[in-house]
């Protein structure tokens, strides 16, 4: 790959677009991707996410349009509104290959057009199309009307309504999903970026990527998370659905519980069975975690029905279905939208009816109702309410389906991840509950401050690549840095890698530090450390030890580097980043 | 933290694979600890204070393999290539650090070849490796790196003969003295079928530690199941077989719950060999001379060329079948089942030994014994064999 790689520059203001070369120094300094994105918002960081001039950067990573497996994909990084920090996401799909394949590397979209209006790219050139037409519309609508333009990153009416969880869709299902970047878009009046074209990506080394990828490859047979007869091959992210409810750490009646009998309603097995689930994958990508059922609907992610089961009480797998269709076609998180509900739940007292999911999450994206407070996400919602205890986040992102109390590095990583409570930063749960590449005491602290940290680098790489988390189930960076090898014809490590993780990282809490974060926000929901979970079956699923956590964040700030409020020593820090 | 260098320390001592207190250990957490020698610890400590790791191991290995294949390779080399499966899979290959490299800064050296590969082999220093996620890691990669010189050096030994000073009597006293003879006597088998999942949660634990304690697979390596009726029980993957409390996962033959998911990788071939034979219970494990001699093909002129997993042939090694295929979601679950039958255990190239109990776990345990025995007589009957002709 050649280090000339071009960004395309839009002001949706004044219409105007370019492309540019981007620089090769933020190349090599940052890859692609998140790092690139965290990057090119430098300067900019401290603006409101809704400021017109808030850059919005869509970008892929070296490896994507090679063979290189799992690696099409596509980060979006801007400011969260719902967070308040940097914030980046990737999806699958075929968006990032098109994207690639029309001579781009980024687009960075800043500015705010007048009228609705799509984006429209091609290796010949790129327009801003009136759409006014489809303002409004679903996802479903809105990438049905630009099937002839290649691939289609779309906002649904939650995006234009503000919704602060409101997700960019790719027109294969795959979501831009967390943080509430539909509604940057939405605020700038973009209603979609389509993207084609036909260039191909060109790989110096071939014969050392070539020996890379068959090592990948051996890596995700060997692994039986991967193409396990039990694994996500077969049976998409609700496999975890049986483990999660096993280990008894699956998030029940917005967090009050860490076991829901009904669970196994909506389990791997259980979907194949309902729904025919067959295999789809994104592009390049031999996993093929995606599932979708036989009249073609995309079926939910783990995340996504145990959220809108457990979390809500409900065993009703085809509302869990029919609200993950919702969601998808109104442009919702699912995570934020499922522990939403459920925190309003809790505060009145009634977790929502499985027949009444979907008409409020049609009121949350039209932001009418009940959905005028709800658009606003947990925190906000539950604050207003005057029961702030009910919400279920870190740095107001709504917690995903793997419950603190039953994996401490997870507890750990919730907190210090920089864009709020996701489970994708430093991925514990690959050690702590799946055993990849080997195991950890998931009831211990023990070495779970370094262990964090070193994942949080090596995973801000892997987003940067842009490469998939599922992937490292099995192979590891040593395989990736030798496929980035092959592909640059330059020599890279893992251990250079995770220095370029470290950098990205660290911006991103520099950051956020700017913006006002600090340690009282690197902190968990309080019924953690107060309320045990579920127990039973031999398993005892304590509260977590408030002290034991304190110390292990402490560590965690020594060996980043860090004060012990979480603080930079360094206010230099940024200048001195390349 | 303190605790987890120690165990660790004294498994490398139990599983044989370090000269005796020839070892050092560092693990960080925001402070530096070590264990050990003080040479080895304190290169230990350097070399991961150079890395994004939580552990490191260095040690001098019992026997001198990894050392004679580090001097016998070619003066250009980079790493050596051992060929098992486990080094295909994980390791891809072995770097060799030489004196000349490590002459100058041999911290910045051996975390140089470190930054990129799991374990090292440094001339005159012995096997270093290290933990990117856990110390345990650290550990597991050592004896990876152990494990497969061994192997390799057999094969090479075997091919080539002894080419450096001092080879003959190192290989003479590993022959003599190092090796010990491998039974099965002594140990209490509960007889089969079970019934009861707590009697065969237990008996599992039991017949794991059996298997490392009697050297027929290193710690982490291989796995273990029973069938109870409609459930296997197995050990999970990544998980070392002399401690299986916790780390057993019952998975129902139908799949209608996906709980195994963390089950072994070869969690398919277990299934399909109780399907293809009604047996009870599964050995796995990697003993050396039976790994090594099953990559040694006589076949002349032919066209497979990646044998480990395309060989369509079912060679014999004695009584027993070896049969190529790839781990997991390869070949191996198709090949082993139906060949598995007939004596109780059959060889995977380059991998390791299969071994079934129709009722319970002695006769899987005995039969692996057994081939391991026969493999490791019949490479000494061909080593002695080679050194006479040579000197005919």
């Known amino acids: ?578 | 933290m303190r605790s987890l260098i120690r165990k660790y320390a004294e498994k490398l001592h139990r599983d044989r694979s370090i000269a005796q207190g020839r070892v050092g250990i560092a693990a960080k957490d925001d402070v530096m600890l070590t264990d050990g020698a003080p040479d080895l610890s304190r290169l230990a400590a350097d070399v991961l204070s150079r890395l994004s790791c939580l552990g490191v191991v260095a040690a001098s290995p019992s026997l001198p393999f990894a050392e004679f294949l580090l001097r016998r390779a070619n003066a250009d080399a980079k790493a050596i290539v051992p060929l098992d499966t486990e080094t295909r899979t994980f390791l891809h290959d072995i770097p060799i650090v030489r004196r000349e490299e490590l002459a100058g800064d041999p911290v910045r050296a051996i975390a140089a070849h470190l930054s990129n590969r799991k374990g090292v082999i440094a001339e005159g220093v012995g096997i270093v490796a290290s933990g990117p996620v856990t110390l345990e890691q650290a550990y597991i990669h050592y004896s990876s790196v152990f494990h497969a010189a061994f192997v390799k050096y057999l094969l090479d030994a075997l091919q080539a003969g002894f080419v450096l000073p001092g080879e003959a009597e190192a290989f003479r006293g590993f022959r003599e003295t190092f090796l010990r003879p491998l039974t099965a006597e002594g140990l209490s088998f509960r007889p089969g079928p079970f019934d009861d999942p707590e009697e065969v949660l237990s008996e599992i634990r039991a017949v794991g530690r059996y298997t490392v304690e009697r050297g027929l697979v290193d710690s982490f390596f291989g796995n273990i199941s029973c069938r109870v009726g409609e459930t296997i029980f197995i050990s999970q993957t990544a998980a070392s077989l002399d401690e299986l409390a916790g780390c057993i996962d019952p998975v129902p033959m139908d799949n209608r719950s996906t709980t195994g998911i963390t089950a072994s990788s070869e969690l398919l071939a277990h299934r399909r060999i109780y399907e293809a034979t009604g047996a009870r219970a599964i050995l796995h494990g990697h003993p050396k001379f039976a790994v090594a001699m099953s990559m040694l093909c006589e076949e002349k002129d032919c066209p497979v060329k990646d044998c480990w997993k395309d060989c369509p042939n079912v060679r014999m090694l004695g009584n027993t079948p070896v049969v190529a295929g790839e781990i997991g979601a390869g070949g191996l679950a198709v090949r082993v089942p139906p060949v598995i039958g007939a004596s109780g255990k059959a060889i995977v190239y380059g991998h390791g030994v299969f071994s079934i109990g129709r009722d319970g776990f002695e006769e899987a345990f005995r039969s692996m014994v057994d081939v391991e025995n026969r493999c490791r007589d019949e490479y000494f009957r061909r080593l002695d064999a080679r050194g006479q002709s040579k000197s005919e």
Not at chain 1, 472 to 479: M, P
Not at chain 1, 487 to 509: A, D, F, M, N, S
């Open chain 1, 1 to 578: 790959m050649s280090l000339r790689q071009h960004i395309l520059v839009v002001d949706l203001s004044s219409g105007r677009m370019r492309r540019e070369e981007i620089p090769p120094e933020f190349l090599r300094a940052y890859l692609g991707g998140r790092g690139l994105g965290v990057r090119l918002l430098r300067g900019r960081h401290t603006l409101s996410p809704f400021d017109p001039a808030m850059p919005v950067v869509f970008a892929v990573g070296p490896l994507c349009g090679t063979p290189a497996p799992t690696s099409a994909r596509l980060s979006v990084v801007s400011r969260s509104p719902l967070t308040g920090t940097v914030y980046d996401c990737s999806a699958g799909g075929r968006f990032a290959w098109r994207l690639r394949a029309a001579g781009l590397f980024a687009i960075l979209i800043e500015g705010k057009s007048p009228r609705p209006v799509v984006l429209a790219v091609t290796s010949c050139g790129e327009e801003l199309l009136p759409a006014d037409d489809l303002w409004g519309k679903g996802i479903g609508d809105t990438v049905g009307a630009l099937s002839d333009r290649g691939s289609v990153a779309a906002i649904g009416p939650a995006g234009e309504n503000g919704v602060l969880f409101s997700c960019i869709m790719m027109g294969e299902g795959n979501a831009v999903g967390r943080g509430g970047l539909g509604a940057v878009l939405g605020r700038k009046n973009l209603k979609a970026v389509t993207v084609d074209g036909d260039r191909s990506v060109a790989v110096a080394d071939r014969e050392r990527f070539d020996r890379a990828r068959a090592d990948v490859l051996r890596l995700f047979r060997a692994s039986p998370v991967i193409f396990g007869e039990l694994g996500i091959s077969e049976y998409g992210t609700p496999a975890l659905v049986d483990l999660m409810r096993q280990r008894r750490m699956a998030p029940t009646e917005n967090f009050r519980r860490t076991v829901f009998d009904g669970s196994s309603a909506y389990s791997g097995p259980a979907i194949r069975a309902a729904y025919g689930a067959k295999k789809e994958g994104c592009f390049g990508c031999p996993i093929r975690c995606k599932k979708r059922a036989s009249d073609g609907r995309a079926l939910p992610e783990y995340e996504t029905v145990s959220h809108f089961g457990a979390l809500n009480a409900i065993a009703d797998l085809h509302a869990i279905v029919r609200g993950n269709d919702a969601c998808n076609d109104l442009g919702m998180d699912t995570i934020s939208a499922a522990a939403t509900l459920s925190a309003w739940g809790e505060a009145r007292g009634r977790f929502p009816s499985p027949e009444e999911i979907g008409p409020l999450l049609h009121d949350i994206a039209h932001r009418r109702g009940e959905g005028v407070l709800l658009a606003e996400g947990s925190r906000r919602m539950a604050k207003a309410l005057g029961k702030p205890g009910v919400s279920m986040s870190v740095k107001s992102l709504e917690l995903p389906a793997y419950d603190p109390r039953g994996a401490y590095g997870m507890a750990l990583a919730y907190v210090t991840s920089n864009r709020g409570g996701c489970h994708l930063r430093a991925y514990p749960i690959s050690h702590e509950i799946l055993r990849k590449p080997v195991a950890s005491d998931r009831f211990s602290f023990s070495g779970k401050a370094r262990m964090i940290k070193i994942a949080e680098d090596m995973n801000a790489a892997v987003d940067s690549l842009v490469a998939c988390k599922f992937a490292f189930f099995g192979a590891s960076l040593e395989e990736y840095a030798e496929l980035l090898s092959g592909v640059t014809g330059e020599h890279h490590t893992p251990q250079g890698l995770k220095e370029i993780g470290e950098r990205i990282y660290l911006t991103e809490r520099f950051y956020n530090a700017e913006n006002g974060f600090t340690r009282s926000d690197d902190d968990l929901p309080v019924r953690f450390f107060t309320e045990a979970g579920s127990s039973g079956e031999g398993i005892d699923v304590p509260p977590i030890d408030r002290a034991r956590f304190e110390e292990e964040l402490t560590k965690y700030y020594r060996i980043r580097g860090l004060r012990d409020d979480g603080s930079f020593a360094d206010d230099g820090f940024l200048e001195r980043q390349p």
